[in-house]
């Protein structure tokens, strides 16, 4: 088995600032993904990367940057933060490219003051 | 895009009881997964098909591609299936485009 981990649980910011968020993943799996939950909605693709050092556009890039700095790590920005943007961001893996189970980690939740 | 379009939105059960969510797609899916949230806000797989039926427990999905559907049957519903569970389908590329989830509610 392996396991996903997010830094921080908790993030809170003020307006405007660069926030960053980390995801760490070892089952040595191919693609990661970040996604974005609004409370008591659906989830949206941000980010998602196939491979070290890939980037590709989900949804809802506008306003974020990512960056796959190894295989095991996938890293989101916020380039400059909103208070419509408070939501919990997910970062998962899938071990292929195509359709394969995505395996989740617990969440960050951002709070912009 | 890809659309993906879940009901109900909201479903309350009497516990032993048992219902089923359906996750209609607008495009061809090559594969659907089924998620559950629960109050923690951890999502948990619960199936993975690229067709026919799954069964786990008292859970059974169907995912038919050729009409463009899922379906996921809960049998016996107990007080913790309680939480959200959401569809996600993989179309032509690499993206999972979720549904807006079901909320169920197990009543004793």
């Known amino acids: 088995g392996g396991i996903i981990t997010q830094t921080p649980k908790f993030l809170i910011g003020q307006e405007g600032q660069k926030l960053t968020l980390k995801c760490q993943q070892n089952?040595?799996?191919?693609?990661m993904y970040w996604y974005r939950q609004d409370s008591g909605k659906g989830l949206r693709l941000i980010y998602y990367?196939?491979?070290?050092?890939?980037?590709q556009k989900g949804d809802l890039s506008e306003g974020y940057d990512a960056s796959r700095e190894k295989k095991s790590s996938f890293s989101l920005t916020v380039t400059s933060a909103q208070k419509n943007e408070m939501a919990v961001f997910l970062c998962a893996s899938s071990p292929g490219q195509s359709g394969n189970t995505l395996y989740f980690g617990e969440g960050s939740r951002l709070i912009v003051v | 895009g890809d659309q993906v379009e879940q009901s109900p939105s909201a479903l309350s059960l009497h516990e032993g009881t048992g219902s089923a969510l359906r996750c209609n797609f607008t495009?061809?899916?090559?594969?659907v997964q089924w998620f559950q949230q629960n109050s923690r806000g951890s999502l948990i797989n619960l199936f993975y098909l690229a067709s026919g039926t799954k069964e786990n427990g008292r859970l059974k999905s169907t995912f038919n591609s050729k009409e463009s559907y899922s379906t996921l049957h809960i049998r016996d519903a107990q007080l913790e299936d309680s939480g959200t569970y959401f569809c996600?389908?993989?179309?032509?590329?690499?993206?999972?485009?979720f549904g807006q989830g079901t909320v169920l509610s197990v009543i004793p």
């Open positions: 996600a389908a993989a179309g032509g590329n690499n993206k999972l485009t």
């Open positions: 495009t061809t899916m090559r594969a």
């Open positions: 990367s196939i491979t070290e050092n890939d980037l």
């Open positions: 089952f040595n799996h191919d693609t």
